[in-house]
């Protein structure tokens, strides 16, 4: 069981009133989750309190790390909202409800709606705190997976997959991602994870004594050139990173030269630069392999130089040159620019959330998949596992948001306008239709498809009948029950909130120039029949 010790001993604040918040909390929740137990039957406690340690690790706020203790509480009716709200404040309350509300999106299986699903995660999520908790809830769980039932374990395993690798990599958590990764890898697919596994210790074990003295020769000759503060170390690339990468090569391990690589990591950027002119001039580096992430940084904000050289001693090597700070950048992301010191910051800016403004702007279109295509709701519903279109508003929100960034209204504004302009629908089977705030039953059938839209004959949400006019939230699964017979009518139009609803409303009525047409089309074909 992680003590509070632990926790504390990780954590970056050396405020006394943040530690005597935590310690408070630890004591609380652990009270809440008395008698309750896990699947492998050890107390339940110990689970929030891995992740308020991981959270504190990562460099969190004191808000996230209280959150992380109580992410569990409320679901489970171990603790009121309000006694966490008035003994531990408002932003952990609100931290903890985004965490359980995040909790009800269940991936339903079709990897093609995989980028719907994460995009929707993310909007609901509002506040990139609350997918931090998550991230390292569903981390925790991951290594306590044997225990779950087995028919749960490969869905848990596949959304893992799926839906919170991906979006750890978004927000530069490379550790996260990898480990989530290879976390879920064997519960996915077992005989490749055993390959794969097989694959690598051949390679490396081959590889490793050259690596070795690689990496000696190389420290020798950074110390001789002047560098005097540095460190090297060799990473080995993760499974199912590497399974991804073989499949992409068609199975040729010799293409690939990363498998382990060695990593120098020096003070300043400048000494970047440094080392790997001393890296060039000591080994050929091979052409086209060169890779400036420093210059250009990847859209999820990784920084590292790449360079693949050829070495006598372990043959193709790639080597990674990077600062400390970029260092730690690429394994914690986001949570890394939200240190102790940052939030404080901000916070006595004034300003709402204690978020790293500047980080949450330029991770936007990574994080959404930004493409500048505009699209129509259809583009979600038909997404095929592509790189996924993302629709008009988003675009227009990053623009309408690129001026006032860093800003209090930047924040607010974000909350805004994923809350009151779009709701994220499912259908039956789990395809993800976004509409606008207020789209009703109607509108999602029209959405899908104008057949559909013009025979609409009742509608279920979430397994309940429910009137035409009823709006839809975030998250409603939605089921329209199609009927030959059925025809739009003049209150259909009251009942829709998208223009392409209506119009097809008034097409089916015979109100527009083309429904009129289309009208005296049927009543010259029927009329003859019918007579
Ligand atoms: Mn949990």
């Excluded at 583009?379 to 279109?389: V, Y």
């Excluded at 690129?402 to 809350?419: C, P, Q, T």
Aim: net charge positive; with cysteine; hydrophobic share 40%.
């Amino acid at each position: 069981m992680t003590t509070v010790k632990e926790i504390l001993g990780e954590m970056r604040s050396d405020s006394e009133a943040d530690r005597e918040l935590v310690a408070k909390a630890y004591e609380f929740s652990k009270k809440a989750h008395e008698g309750h137990t896990r699947y492998s039957g050890e107390p339940y406690f110990i689970h929030p309190a891995a992740i308020a340690k991981q959270l504190a690790e990562m460099g969190m706020d004191v808000t996230t790390i209280v959150a992380g203790l109580f992410h569990d509480a409320v679901e489970d009716a171990r603790a009121v909202p309000k006694e966490i709200e008035k003994e531990f404040g408002k932003e952990v309350l609100f931290v903890v409800e985004g965490v359980t509300k995040l909790g009800k999106h269940k991936y339903r299986g079709a990897e093609r709606h995989a980028e719907s699903l994460r995009r929707l995660l993310i909007a609901t999520a509002s506040d990139i705190r609350v997918l931090i908790v998550k991230l390292a809830d569903r981390y925790h769980n991951m290594t306590t997976l044997e225990y779950v039932p087995e028919e749960k374990r490969r869905r848990i395993a596949l959304e893992t997959l799926e839906i919170y690798a991906p979006i750890a990599d978004r927000l530069g958590m490379g550790k996260m991602k990898r480990e989530l990764e290879d976390l879920a890898f064997p519960f996915v697919d077992p005989d490749a994870y055993a390959h794969i596994l097989e694959v690598r210790k051949l390679a490396t074990k081959e590889t490793e004594p050259g690596l070795a003295k690689v990496q000696k020769v190389l420290r020798h000759e950074l110390v001789k050139r002047g560098l005097r503060d540095f460190r090297t170390d060799i990473r080995i690339k993760g499974l199912w990173s590497l399974h991804q990468k073989l499949k992409r090569k068609n199975d040729d391990i010799t293409k690939i030269h990363d498998i382990a690589a060695l990593r120098i990591i020096v003070a300043g950027e400048n000494d970047c630069y440094t080392a790997l002119g001393i890296v060039h001039a000591l080994y050929k580096p091979l052409p086209g392999e060169f890779k400036d992430y420093i210059a250009f940084k990847k859209p999820n904000g990784y920084r590292s130089i790449h360079t693949t050289v050829l070495t006598k001693d372990a043959g193709i090597v790639e080597m990674q040159i990077r600062t400390e700070e970029m260092h730690r950048d690429a394994q914690y992301g986001i949570a890394s620019h939200m240190s102790y010191k940052q939030l404080h910051k901000e916070a006595s800016r004034g300003s709402f959330a204690t978020l790293s403004f500047s980080w949450v702007r330029s991770l936007i279109p990574s994080l959404l998949n930004f493409s500048k295509k505009p699209s129509t709701p259809m583009s979600l519903a038909s997404d095929n596992g592509k790189s996924a279109e993302s629709p008009r508003w988003l675009s227009e929100l990053a623009e309408a948001h690129a001026e006032i960034a860093g800003s209090r209204e930047f924040v607010e504004g974000l909350k805004e306008d994923f809350f009151s302009h779009r709701v994220f629908l499912f259908t039956p089977k789990g395809d993800v239709v976004d509409l606008p705030y207020g789209a009703t039953p109607i509108d999602f059938a029209y959405a899908i498809h104008t057949d559909l839209g013009d025979h609409t004959q009742g509608a279920k949400v979430n397994g309940k009948l429910v009137p035409f006019e009823t709006s839809l939230h975030n998250g409603d699964v939605v089921e329209i029950i199609r009927r030959e017979s059925a025809h739009p009518s003049e209150k259909w139009l009251a009942a829709t909130k998208t223009a392409l609803a209506k119009k097809q409303i008034r097409t089916a009525l015979g109100l527009t120039e083309v429904g009129r047409r289309r009208q005296r089309v049927r009543r010259r074909r029927t009329t003859p029949r019918n007579s």
